[in-house]
């Protein structure tokens, strides 16, 4: 239309490269949080469909560890993640970690990492449960129940490494990790670890189970739906503009007009 011609020109074609280019933006990242809705959503079915599963095989999820002490085996795959698995072994309680700075029911503690040893000399982490401090404070060592001894089976969730985890340090005498990256600590350890750790389902008396954290799934959906109303709405607002430039300035007669009509509708109401 004659009437839109205006838009061809320069300042108006920056105005729409902007308004479309900000559009782009925001629908990319509603998409970008839909993905991340998808991937939390999965993870939290995953942890459901764990509560009633049967256990299955360690060794059957993730690949055992075949290098030398001190190494670990293959990754397990993403979707891996929260499967109960059961292990059978024997508990190495002399090199036993803890893991501090953990929180469970609102209190800050240590989970319990204790290696087990399976029968053909390749270990896993077992994270056996969550302890309090000690009433003495954090320079004191925690009370950990013992490990059973002889050979057990342990049933827990399967859990990958986790991120930017360092090496044990001794602490007052004992053991401890900030992570529980099993290539940080496998150095320190006489045998081969599996490059995951099994959460225990069923800690031994003296420990506090470690939940499993389910993801906010609804939080990234209403992400979703922001970003792609606010490009809505800043496809709307260039409409609004374009429409306002072709109405044009109103007249000042007009504007008069309506400044009359509204003094007298007050003095009308106030008789």
Do not use: C
């Amino acid at each position: 239309m004659v009437v839109y011609r205006f838009l061809a020109t320069p300042r108006w074609l920056g105005y729409a490269a902007l308004t479309v280019a900000a559009a782009t933006v925001m629908v990319l990242l509603g998409l970008w949080q839909l993905d991340r809705y998808h991937q939390r959503a999965e993870i939290n079915a995953r942890i459901e469909a764990g509560t009633s599963a049967a256990p299955v095989p360690l060794t059957g999820v993730v690949g055992a560890p075949s290098g030398a002490a001190g190494t670990v085996g293959p990754p397990p795959a993403e979707h891996t993640e929260w499967t109960r698995v059961t292990v059978t072994g024997r508990y190495d309680s002399a090199h036993e970690i803890l893991v501090r700075g953990r929180t469970v029911e609102g209190a800050v503690g240590f989970e319990v990492l204790t290696p087990l040893v399976l029968s053909d000399g390749t270990a896993v982490l077992v994270d056996r449960g969550w302890v309090r401090p000690a009433a003495a404070g954090a320079l004191t060592a925690p009370e950990v129940p013992a490990a059973p001894s002889g050979n057990v089976t342990v049933a827990g969730r399967l859990r990958p490494a986790e991120s930017r985890g360092g090496p044990p340090q001794e602490v007052n005498g004992r053991t401890e990790v900030r992570r529980i990256t099993p290539s940080a600590i496998a150095p320190a350890l006489p045998y081969a670890l599996f490059d995951a750790y099994v959460s225990s389902d069923e800690p031994a008396p003296g420990f506090t189970t470690v939940p499993a954290q389910k993801q906010n799934a609804l939080q990234n959906a209403g992400y979703v739906l922001q970003w792609w109303l606010f490009a809505a709405m800043t496809l709307y607002g260039f409409g609004y503009l374009a429409r306002r430039e072709v109405r044009g300035p109103r007249p000042a007669n007009l504007l008069d007009d309506e400044a009359d009509e509204e003094e007298e509708a007050a003095h009308g109401a106030s008789r």
